[in-house]
């Protein structure tokens, strides 16, 4: 199959990673706020903080998905034929959801978190007036409705072309014994996130829903470990899905490069079968805390979170090493941001897996040590592999080269990511409690250490965000998909 | 301990995974056939795959027989008995049924919330995290700990609950055993 994809997918794709790049910046502003403000440079109030905060965490993982969804569609394209207009209305709900939740923010106070805990924003819509938390649930319940319309109508496309998820996934291949490959890395990743992320989506909708039945009719309320279930049930999937998307683009682009073919065989389709079926479990190492969970579920949380790892770690970043390996390809922007982001990838699994560990979460738990983990496998690995796959478009579909200063900023942001990520694991490791906006003088030095990467780290986000706007400029509207290699 | 051991199990696996990054970056620039690196490849990942089995193994069965919340332990080791303490977060404090202690309490805390979802951290004198549990209105957790050390303990929030999250804190005095007139 070789599809091309719609000019207006195209152009939207572009608007995808133009927002991204913007947003991308902006957050990490609000996290060296936050930053210098804990390390104690500036003085912010705790009000501002927190809402500073909620911003933080929920544009974060917001981007994350909106880059990774454009990723997704635009390789997606090269092996089936998808409507422009699914991938616009999921934009524009994208849109509109994060102006209501901005506008919860910013305009009604909103500050209660991305993690919005039941009873919590029925609790401050009364202390702060509703309007603050009915436009953040709702804004969160658009957007995810936006995901839900964009993951249903994938299910029917991948179903119609290759007869199923199950068949998208390889089952014929790991159960039927059927011989030869699965189907492209794309379609595969794509079947694993519509199932995980819908589950998800789902689980939000029911919470958020039931949330804002709260807050208008108080007499409906509901069980708060449940709520925190599907909080997290939607929170911890949804950010995980991220990377399942944006990696679509390292099977791509590394296959590209070294010019040797990345095949779906049983042990990747077994593997992503496994990422599909852990991910929707492993929520639950956030609850290894809540003493009231049934044991056999918190000790699930934890093995199965431990069984997460391999899958990454056997099969994708061991694929990246077995591809590069002398392979005498071209290392420029794109390829060496794809490569980098699978070590981030997994360097972000090994705190995480240690984390849930349910003796060693029992002192970690909400420390810093937690942010820590998911910084370095969201900044080291998912957006790394956005920012790889901004140059890698630009280069495709444009003229972009790559220049030393390119090499200079990847260099830059690395190196002060791994300062960066190193503040808040030490932080962890000395007992500094995450969502705190004050902190105690002896945690200070790890926040200053954090907010000082953190402006480098934003300098390099600017430059690669000016880069990538200077080469939209030859990026022509019309031409068809892989006008020429990347990699040539 | 646990917070060590952490940190610098994340240290050695990283600097592992970085060697490797490097050696097959350094190696990149060397040409192979794909065919013969795919076969010594899978071969080398069978090993790999067994290792990291094994240590995940090895971790699971180290570490499953001492949760937080089995109350085994607590009972079967020491001679005082177990004093069970009602404690209730609320926006934004801490109420305790009991406040002071002695070295070598066995104290179980039957955390819970009034309002909102709370975090119950307990801090030793040198602020590391001791022990913890989530305190959720409907819900009491019970969290064991034995005070070895006198000295004051803190209990801090870890778990966001608005905007008064950072105050959220309680000071707890555990006085040596036989008395604070031992010193």
């Keep these: ?488 | 301990m646990y917070q060590q051991i952490a940190m610098y199990a994340t240290v050695f696996f990283v600097f592992l995974l970085g060697l490797a990054f490097a050696f097959v970056y350094g190696e990149s620039k060397r040409s192979g056939e794909y065919s013969t690196i795919q076969e010594k490849g899978y071969k080398i990942r069978k090993f790999y795959f067994l290792g990291l089995i094994a240590i995940m193994a090895f971790a699971t069965v180290m570490t499953l027989g001492r949760l937080p919340y089995d109350s085994n332990q607590a009972e079967a080791e020491g001679l005082n008995e177990t004093k069970a303490v009602k404690v209730t977060g609320v926006q934004y404090a801490w109420e305790m049924s009991e406040e002071t202690f002695k070295a070598g309490d066995k104290v179980q805390f039957d955390v819970t919330a009034s309002d909102v979802t709370h975090g119950f951290g307990l801090y030793n004198e040198n602020m590391e995290l001791v022990a913890q549990t989530q305190a959720m209105p409907g819900y009491t957790n019970t969290v064991y700990y034995t005070f070895k050390e006198p000295g004051t303990y803190q209990i801090l929030c870890l778990e966001y609950c608005s905007a008064g999250h950072h105050v959220m804190v309680k000071e707890i005095v555990v006085e040596p055993e036989g008395g604070a007139s031992d010193e």
């Excluded at chain 1, 569609?73 to 090269?78: E, G, H, M, P, Q």
């Design chain 1, 1 to 488: 199959m070789n599809e091309a994809i719609h000019p207006l997918a195209k152009k939207t794709v572009v608007w995808h990673l133009a927002v991204t790049s913007l947003v991308l910046i902006l957050m990490m502003i609000f996290g060296v706020i936050m930053l210098m403000n804990q390390g104690e440079m500036i003085s912010i109030t705790p009000q501002w903080f927190y809402k500073i905060m909620t911003a933080h965490g929920t544009g974060m993982v917001g981007i994350a998905a909106l880059g990774g969804t454009a990723i997704l569609w635009y390789f997606l394209s090269k092996y089936i034929k998808l409507n422009p207009a699914i991938l616009i209305v999921n934009f524009v709900l994208f849109l509109t959801g994060v102006t209501m939740v901005l506008i919860a923010i910013f305009v009604f106070d909103f500050s209660d978190g991305w993690t919005f805990l039941y009873p919590l924003p029925a609790q401050s819509a009364k202390m702060y007036g509703a309007a603050g938390a009915v436009f953040f649930l709702s804004g969160m319940l658009v957007l995810g409705i936006g995901f839900l319309i964009l993951y249903m109508y994938l299910a029917a496309r991948l179903t119609a072309v290759y007869g199923g998820l199950g068949k998208a996934l390889g089952w014929d291949i790991i159960f039927r014994g059927k011989k030869g490959y699965g189907p492209p890395a794309a379609v595969v990743a794509t079947a694993m996130v519509i199932i995980t992320n819908s589950t998800a989506l789902l689980a939000g909708a029911t919470v958020l829903a039931a949330s804002l039945v709260n807050i208008i009719n108080p007499a409906v309320t509901m069980d708060p470990l449940l709520a925190k279930h599907l909080t997290y049930a939607f929170g911890h999937i949804f950010a995980n899905c991220t990377i399942y998307m944006a990696v679509i683009a390292v099977y791509e682009v590394l296959s590209e490069y070294t010019k040797r073919p990345w095949k779906a065989n049983k042990v990747f389709l077994i593997a992503w079968n496994c990422s599909t079926l852990f991910t929707l479990m492993i929520y639950t190492h956030h609850l290894l805390m809540d003493f009231a969970v049934p044991k056999w579920m918190l000790i699930i949380g934890q093995v199965f979170s431990y069984a997460n790892g391999l899958p990454v770690m056997v099969v994708t970043a061991y694929g990246a090493l077995m591809i590069v390996y002398r392979s005498r390809m071209k290392w420029d922007f794109a390829s060496s941001l794809f490569f980098l982001s699978m070590f981030g990838w997994v360097a972000g699994a090994i705190p995480a897996i240690i984390d849930a560990t349910i003796v060693v979460n029992h002192v970690m738990h909400n420390t810093k040590w937690v942010p820590g983990h998911f910084h370095t496998y969201m900044g080291m690995g998912v957006v790394a592999m956005i920012i790889g796959f901004m140059y890698y478009f630009n280069k495709t579909e444009g003229n972009q080269q790559h220049r030393g200063i390119d090499t200079f900023t990847i260099a830059l942001y690395f190196s002060f990511f791994t300062g960066f990520v190193g503040s808040f694991l030490y932080a962890g490791g000395i007992s500094a409690p995450r969502r705190w906006a004050e902190h105690l003088p002896q945690w200070v030095l790890s926040d200053q250490v954090g907010a000082i990467s953190g402006i480098f780290i934003v300098v390099a986000a600017i430059i690669f965000s000016a880069r990538f706007f200077s080469g939209l400029r030859s990026v022509g509207t019309n031409v068809h998909y892989q006008k020429k290699s990347a990699a040539g």
